[in-house]
């Protein structure tokens, strides 16, 4: 089977989501749900972090309020989990494994220098040993999330 990564920040738009621009200071990337995930800590999602071209510090955050009208999770409830972010120099990837209780990730920039950052979620594990793509939150026929 084969899994398709869901991007944050760089890679193409997916899921009715617009690509984020990873070259850009202060970028917010898209929310992934990786909500119902396996819970054993052997199999927590992974945020994958690549830096290219320059240096760039990338913030990993978790949010687990309800999704808005825009199917974003309310912005004032974003939680750092990477202790102030990551600071990244040309060529380096982060492959950081997160619970999955809190169930919408996402990166954003807070510095950047001549760089590029792609962050994605590769694939999910559920209970069970089912493995899927990661989704970004999906939106209905109602317009609601």
Request: aromatic share 8%.
């Amino acid at each position: 089977m084969r899994f398709v990564p869901c991007y944050s920040l760089g890679g193409p738009s997916g899921g009715g989501w617009n690509a984020v621009n990873g070259t850009t200071n202060t970028s917010t990337g898209n929310p992934i749900d990786v909500g119902g995930a396996d819970p054993t800590p052997a199999n927590w999602p992974v945020m994958e972090i690549i830096c290219t071209g320059g240096t760039a510090t990338v913030v990993l955050e978790v949010n687990g309020g309800v999704l808005d009208t825009t199917f974003n999770p309310p912005s004032g409830e974003w939680v750092d989990i990477s202790n102030g972010g990551f600071s990244m120099t040309s060529g380096q990837t982060i492959a950081k494994r997160f619970p999955p209780n809190i169930p919408i990730v996402r990166t954003r920039i807070t510095a950047l220098s001549g760089a590029t950052v792609v962050s994605y979620v590769p694939c999910i594990c559920y209970p069970g040993g089912r493995w899927a793509s990661a989704q970004h939150p999906q939106r209905n026929s109602s317009g609601v999330a």
